[in-house]
């Protein structure tokens, strides 16, 4: 068992849907991550939360909206996708530290299918 | 920029043998590495973690080695098994981030057969 917790663990919208993917950890940890992860290729780096605030956004469209309302949650905001946005999106969470020497916990991922 | 490469790309080995993946670092100036195990559809299990002042971890069956100034770990499965089948990634966090970015190969992809 994870011990960060994503949900759904599917999804499937049309272009024209808004929803939202959930995560959340327990742990403590202060530093939260997403991650989109096509088929057969490694994570890729979305954005980074640290103590609330948005750290890093790795020039991803505005389509995806993130938000983390408290130490434990993070959401990411869906709206108007296109069909290439259809992957597994991960989420993981850390301990942040000067030097970032935390390893990251990663919950079991959203599997996004847009038609 | 890091870059990180996996050899080999896939593996496909009869149950007993042990085995050796490889992951080699462009950039020696890193915190940690990092070993995950994948299986399809599913998120990411952390098996080893090696600071960048470590040159091994052990945990069971895995044994991760880091020679940070050569660029290269490797990943040691002794005994392997039919439940050993995923995809191995490594990952590095490099010491241009002060957040804990991950700079991930693209794994290698294991089978063992009965």
């Known amino acids: 068992d994870t011990e960060v917790t994503q949900t759904p663990k599917h999804l499937v919208m049309g272009m024209t849907n808004k929803k939202s993917l959930k995560c959340e950890q327990h742990?403590?940890?202060?530093?939260m991550y997403w991650y989109k992860q096509k088929a057969k290729k490694p994570p890729e780096l979305m954005f980074v939360?640290?103590?609330?605030?948005?750290?890093i956004n790795e020039s991803v469209p505005s389509r995806f909206s993130p938000e983390c309302p408290n130490s434990s949650l993070l959401n990411l905001h869906l709206h108007a996708l296109q069909p290439e946005d259809s992957a597994l999106y991960l989420c993981?969470?850390?301990?942040?530290?000067?030097?970032?020497?935390?390893?990251?916990?990663f919950g079991d991922g959203t599997r996004l299918s847009i038609l | 920029k890091q870059e990180v490469t996996q050899i080999p790309a896939a593996l496909s080995v009869p149950e007993g043998e042990n085995l050796v993946l490889n992951c080699s670092f462009t950039?020696?100036?890193?915190?940690?590495l990092q070993w995950f195990r994948q299986d399809p559809g599913k998120g990411l299990t952390s098996l080893l973690l090696?600071?960048?002042?470590?040159r091994e971890q052990t945990s069971g069956r895995l044994n991760a080695s880091l020679d940070k100034s050569s660029g290269r770990s490797t990943l040691y499965i002794a005994a392997s098994q039919p439940g050993d089948s995923a995809t191995y990634l490594c990952?590095?966090?490099?010491?241009?981030?002060?957040?804990?970015?991950?700079?991930f190969g693209r794994g290698t992809q294991l089978t063992v057969w009965p």
């Open positions: 993981a969470s850390s301990r942040p530290g000067l030097n970032s020497n935390q390893p990251q916990h």
């Open positions: 742990m403590g940890h202060r530093a």
């Open positions: 939360y640290s103590y609330e605030k948005l750290s």
């Open positions: 950039d020696s100036a890193i915190y940690n």
């Open positions: 090696i600071q960048s002042s470590q």
């Open positions: 990952a590095v966090s490099d010491r241009g981030s002060t957040l804990g970015r991950l700079y």
